[in-house]
């Protein structure tokens, strides 16, 4: 059965960090492009970054370039995002994706919120 379990969401001021963690089971993870998205309330679900399985390499979304880093960590299965400089437009609930052709694997989501 394949699983993506997200974790370290939660509540921070504006120029706060958090880190977001997303284990996956039930599939070949170090063979999958993984990936977080968010989704603000009345908003479409959006990318955030993604990280390649091959290379490592790595794209963001242009309103976090500089503040959100995106890692993996393929013996643990596990893919991180790093988040710093927390802003309010951050809040959302975060997800974690991964895709390999047609295969297609999203988690349950996290919250976060950035709010003093």
């Known amino acids: 059965q394949v699983q993506l379990v997200e974790s370290g969401g939660g509540l921070v001021g504006p120029g706060g960090s958090l880190r977001l963690s997303c284990v996956g089971s039930?599939?070949?993870?170090?063979?999958?492009?993984m990936s977080w998205y968010r989704q603000a309330p009345g908003s479409e679900r959006a990318l955030v970054a993604v990280i390649g399985y091959s290379d490592g390499r790595t794209e963001y979304t242009d309103s976090v370039k500089g503040r959100f880093t995106i890692s993996r960590d393929d013996a643990k299965k596990t893919v991180f995002l790093h988040m710093n400089n927390l802003r309010p437009e951050d809040t959302a609930v975060y997800y974690c994706h991964a895709r390999r052709t047609w295969y297609d694997y999203w988690g349950q989501g996290t919250q976060v919120t950035v709010s003093s």
């Open positions: 039930g599939f070949m993870f170090e063979a999958y492009n």
